[in-house]
Every structure is written in structure tokens, then in C-alpha cells.
Antibody, heavy 120, light 107 residues
Framework: QVQLQESGPGLVKPSQTLSLTCTVS??????????WSWIRQPAGKGLEWIGR???????HYNPSLKSRVSISVDTSKNQLSLKLSSVTAADTAVYYC?????????????WGLGTMVTVS | DTQMTQSPSSLSASVGDRVTITCRAS??????VHWYQQKAGKAPKLLIY???SLQSGVPSRFSGRGSGTDFTLTISSLQPEDFATYYC?????????FGGGTKVEIK
């Protein structure tokens, strides 16, 4: 069974770059018809899609974050990465990685547990 | 961006009640709408995909309907473990967007 686990610093200073990793276990990140996404949720608020990657050449980002975000995949480590530059307090949130599956009607069928990132 | 408007934003219900949550899209979505359940401190969980398909392992008391711009999630008989926040989400266009959520509380 595929599982996702986010990791990274829980505290980032303003103007610095937030860097997170999502490790995929129980399956290969490069197999199947899947996109791998990052989604975030500020405390007490709703969900915001950050972006997704299919292969290194196929990425899509939320226009609201596009100038600051980069998503990549390391197939040798079975990991997905997120970099968000020039962070402010507004980027404080729980960050989730999730699998987007065509077989599930293009929905996010598997989610990581999430990791809390505070910008301060 | 496609706006997904959920209503109500919160509701109070009793165990055994039938509950319906609505999601309206700002443009036609065909059937590219999905529903998630999120409990406090946990990651969202996929309940319904493609408007009406039940995700594997999800109890049959959950059902979804709709196409175009109007979609509903129904819980036929609310159980204690169903008290949570529910989100709709569209995958028809980039950026992918979520509704604002509906919090289902115990009456």
C-alpha cells in the first residue's frame, strides 16, 4: 500500500526558502498514471493547491504562487520535493503531499500526514 | 480560477440524520468534482470521486450526485464518526481548487 510522508524544517525565517520532501513508500513514484501534488492548509482555514508534477518535464503550479514555487521529483530516492521562496507569515500552514490519480477520477486518493511549517 | 462554493459552511445534526452538502462551481465541471472528509488534526480522506463514485473502503451511507455546476454530498444516516469537515474539489481546470468546507457538528 502506497504511503506518503512529508518532512522538513518546522520553522523558516521570513524571506528565506521553505524546502520540504515527501517520501513515497510501498510503490514507485515513477510508475502509473499519477501526478504528485503539494497542498497546504493554514490553521483553521481551507485547502490550497500549490502545484503538481508528473515527470520532470510536466509541472503545473497555482498562478498565485507560480513565481515562488518549484516542485521536483527524485526517482532514485522515490521522493517529491517542494521549494517555496521568499516566504512570509502568510505561508505558515500544514503542508501535505498527495497523489492525484486518473484511476480515481482525477482525485487526490492518497495523502501524507502533513507537516506544519511556521514562518517566523 | 474556478470558484467552488459550498453550503452550508456549518451545520448541526444528530446521529441518524440525513445530511446533504452542496457545492456549486463557477463554471461547468462535467463530473470532475470530488469530496473529502477531514477530521481535526488529520489529512483529508477521499470519499467520492468523479461526482458519484464511492472510493474503496468508504461506507455506502456516503453518496454523491451532480454534473455541470451543481453537486451534492449526502450522508444517509449520520454516524458519530462522521462529524468532521467536508470539502469539495474540482479537477477540471488548473488551478485545482477546493470549496471552503462544511463543518458537520453534533447537535
Amino acid at each position: 500500500q502506497v504511503q506518503l510522508q512529508e518532512s522538513g524544517p518546522g520553522l523558516v525565517k521570513p524571506s528565506q526558502t521553505l524546502s520540504l520532501t515527501c517520501t513515497v513508500s510501498g510503490g514507485s513514484i515513477s510508475s502509473g498514471n499519477y501526478y504528485w501534488s503539494w497542498i497546504r492548509q493554514p490553521a483553521g482555514k481551507g485547502l490550497e493547491w500549490i502545484g503538481r508534477i508528473y515527470t520532470s518535464e510536466s509541472t503545473h503550479y497555482n498562478p498565485s504562487l507560480k513565481s515562488r514555487v518549484s516542485i521536483s521529483v527524485d526517482t532514485s530516492k522515490n521522493q517529491l520535493s517542494l521549494k517555496l521562496s521568499s516566504v512570509t507569515a502568510a505561508d505558515t500552514a500544514v503542508y501535505y503531499c498527495a497523489r492525484w490519480a486518473a484511476a480515481a477520477g482525477d482525485a487526490f486518493d492518497i495523502w501524507g500526514l502533513g507537516t506544519m511549517v511556521t514562518v517566523s | 480560477d474556478t470558484q467552488m462554493t459550498q453550503s452550508p459552511s456549518s451545520l448541526s445534526a444528530s446521529v441518524g440524520d440525513r445530511v446533504t452538502i452542496t457545492c456549486r462551481a463557477s463554471q461547468s465541471m462535467s463530473s470532475y468534482v470530488h469530496w473529502y472528509q477531514q477530521k481535526a488534526g488529520k489529512a483529508p480522506k477521499l470519499l467520492i470521486y468523479a461526482a458519484s463514485s464511492l472510493q474503496s473502503g468508504v461506507p455506502s451511507r456516503f453518496s454523491g450526485r451532480g454534473s455541470g455546476t451543481d453537486f451534492t454530498l449526502t450522508i444517509s444516516s449520520l454516524q458519530p464518526e462522521d462529524f468532521a469537515t467536508y470539502y469539495c474539489q474540482q479537477s477540471y481546470s488548473i488551478p485545482l481548487t477546493f470549496g471552503g468546507g462544511t463543518k458537520v457538528e453534533i447537535k
